[in-house]
């Protein structure tokens, strides 16, 4: 029999050997978890992981101003992601909010090779991350070296200012790996605007025609969804930023939800080396129209000593609004000793491009305007991705015509129509698409706008607007050649509603001879539709899945603005492995799409004719479909 002060000293000895015992048995199961986590199939050379609690508290922003925000890991300045080709990378994003669903986007990524699963589309790649529970995104990076970014795609959060988001940079193959915003000659230039309350807040006001209107762009129409408020350039309301002499990287980034902003530095002309993440030749301007969603690296040769102002302002006249940085030229012995002041500088001199000469990249305007402006398909040429079309290509492309529309208060949609068919308020499927479980009879909404297109075809979007407001257009799953940007053909559009433009008058060239077009041309992932006009984009369908194809402005992507590109048939995209911590669809939030109406629009008889919605319509919010129930 072993008395107390023999088991003491068994238990003492035996310490060791169970502690053993434990920590193998925990590195067992950690190894038996990632195993489930991480499969074979997505083995790489690096695994870059991030954990993304995401929240919401209150803070002090800098400027002062305090808010309710919805941050991950509570910070205001989103994580910067560097990754190179190849690697693996692996987030983890765990909901902690109360009264919404999640989900996250990699913005630019194709997502190849199965990849479409982890997309972040609420009813196509994924149901709703429900409050309380997490999801593990994880695929490996097959994009080309450039800018991309990170943020939220679910819809519409209830309350709180959207701070889930940020850089997402891809490095060639085998680079050191980097953190934060900053690296050598390379500087992020995060932009994000902030509505004036929250878009949960400000988006019944624009249903109601309570939102301060934007200020006047350079043609006199809107220059954003509601008027402006204060914005933010990597998480501070005016940073500074320490150089020496020499050429520097500048990756911009649009990172907000509601405003165009054009981009300078004072008194240095740029040089633009690549657009969406695809390097292009080097292409000199004063100026760089960035829409939200739009990336654009620059290359600022900073040569004398002093102090400059990085602008970017919301794209009026005055110029008067947007957001302000500083950056301070050195002398090399100052920087390297570090001794540097700190206190906020206000630039000596300022010299910013005159709007009326200046060479402004991206904007396009009424055909009679002066601007020295050109337009992404104008200037803009792939340096590295060879072009779709080749003269050894039979098949003529496939065209689709879709044209978008706004309806103005007291209704107030966002409306597409597909190949001349009926004015439609898009809805996204009640459950994940690409799922093998998804049944179409079921699970879509009667108004969800699907667009089928065959598997390694070339396929031409000739996009049309008649809203007198210029939209960015984001496409999932494809990088598009930009064939061309045009503007409206009418000076006016009466009542605030362009014409719906004929593609013959409309467009340079006939959209057959525009389709067929050989050459370089630039890829993008986000395109701007101007007021009134046009833009003609171009694919080859060699990526199956569901991809999601909408305006990039909070409120309109949320009112309806988009559809579904069906590239492939399921068997051609239904992922061959089910992730074990997939979203159930259970989720009954708003986020669902569970609460949606359906009715045919209508039509108000107050309104003139030519924006009078029509009976045909169909319309998809409750506030829409009152009349039915009456």
Not at 81 to 93: E, M, N, Q, Y
Not at 208 to 215: D, E, I, K
Not at 311 to 330: D, Y
Not at 462 to 472: K, L, Y
């Amino acid at each position: 029999m072993v008395n107390q002060f023999e088991f003491a000293a068994l238990k003492k000895r035996a310490f060791p050997i169970v502690a053993c015992l434990c920590l193998l048995t925990a590195v067992i199961v950690l190894a038996i978890t990632l195993s489930k986590v991480l499969p074979e199939h997505m083995d790489g050379p690096r695994v870059h992981f991030h954990h993304f609690d995401i929240g919401r508290d209150i803070q002090v922003m800098d400027g002062g101003r305090t808010l309710v925000v919805n941050t991950v890991n509570g910070e205001v300045r989103g994580k910067a992601i560097h990754v190179s080709v190849g690697d693996r990378l692996a987030v983890k994003v765990t909901n902690l909010l109360s009264d919404h669903g999640l989900s996250l986007h990699w913005h630019g990524f194709e997502m190849r090779n199965g990849a479409g699963e982890y997309d972040g589309v609420v009813g196509l790649s994924q149901c709703a991350v429900a409050p309380g529970e997490s999801f593990l995104y994880q695929f490996v990076v097959l994009e080309e070296p450039g800018t991309y970014w990170w943020h939220g795609h679910s819809d519409m959060i209830p309350s709180g200012h959207d701070l889930i988001k940020g850089p997402l940079i891809v490095h060639p193959p085998g680079s050191p790996i980097r953190e934060g915003y900053r690296w050598e000659n390379e500087i992020i230039l995060f932009y994000q605007d902030l509505y004036p309350n929250y878009m949960g807040y400000d988006h019944p006001h624009a249903m109601g025609g309570l939102n301060v209107p934007a200020q006047p762009d350079l043609e006199g129409f809107h220059s954003g969804a509601i008027g402006w408020t204060e914005g933010m350039l990597n998480g501070e309301a005016q940073p500074t930023f320490n150089v020496t002499p020499g050429v520097y990287r500048l990756r911009v980034i649009n990172g907000g939800g509601l405003f165009a902003y054009l981009f300078s530095v004072d008194s240095h002309v740029m040089t633009v080396v690549a657009a969406d993440g695809s390097e292009t030749h080097p292409y000199e301007t004063d100026i760089v129209q960035v829409t939200t969603g739009e990336r654009f690296d620059v290359m600022v040769n900073f040569t004398t000593v002093g102090a400059y102002w990085v602008r970017a302002m919301t794209p009026s006249r005055a110029q008067e609004k947007g957001i302000l940085g500083v950056f301070r030229v050195l002398p090399l012995d100052t920087y390297n000793n570090g001794d540097i002041d700190s206190t906020p500088l206000t630039p000596q001199y300022s010299n910013p491009w005159p709007i009326e000469t200046a060479r402004i990249l991206n904007y396009v305007g009424h055909e009679d305007t002066t601007y020295n402006a050109n337009s992404v398909a104008e200037a803009l040429q792939s340096s590295v991705k060879p072009p779709i079309l080749t003269e050894e290509d039979e098949e003529e492309p496939i065209i689709h015509v879709v044209d978008f529309m706004f309806q103005f208060i007291p209704q107030y949609a966002h409306l597409w129509s597909i190949d001349g068919g009926n004015w439609t308020q898009h809805v996204q499927p009640y459950t994940a698409m690409i799922q093998p479980e998804f049944n179409p009879e079921t699970d879509l909404h009667p108004h969800s706008l699907i667009l089928p297109v065959p598997l390694n075809k070339t396929v031409v979007f000739v996009i049309r607007s008649v809203t007198a407001f210029p939209h960015p257009v984001h496409m999932h799953g494809h990088k598009f050649e930009v064939l061309e940007v045009a503007p409206r053909v009418r000076a006016e559009c009466p009542e605030g509603r362009c014409d719906l433009e004929p593609l013959e008058t409309l467009f340079s060239k006939p959209i057959s001879e525009l389709a067929a077009g050989l050459g370089r041309r630039v890829f993008k992932d986000t395109v701007i539709v101007p007021a009134g006009g046009g833009a003609v984009i171009r694919i080859r369908t060699d990526n199956p899945g569901v991809w999601f194809f909408h305006c990039h402005l909070d409120q309109h992507m949320e009112d309806g603005q988009g559809f579904v590109i069906q590239a492939g048939s399921p068997t051609d995209y239904n992922p061959s492995h089910t992730p074990p911590d997939i979203p159930s669809c259970d989720y009954t939030g708003r986020v669902q799409h569970l609460q949606y109406a359906v009715c045919n629009c209508y039509a108000n008889p107050e309104q003139s004719e030519r924006v009078r919605m029509r009976e045909s319509d169909r319309c998809s919010r409750p506030h829409l479909c009152r009349h039915v129930e009456l």
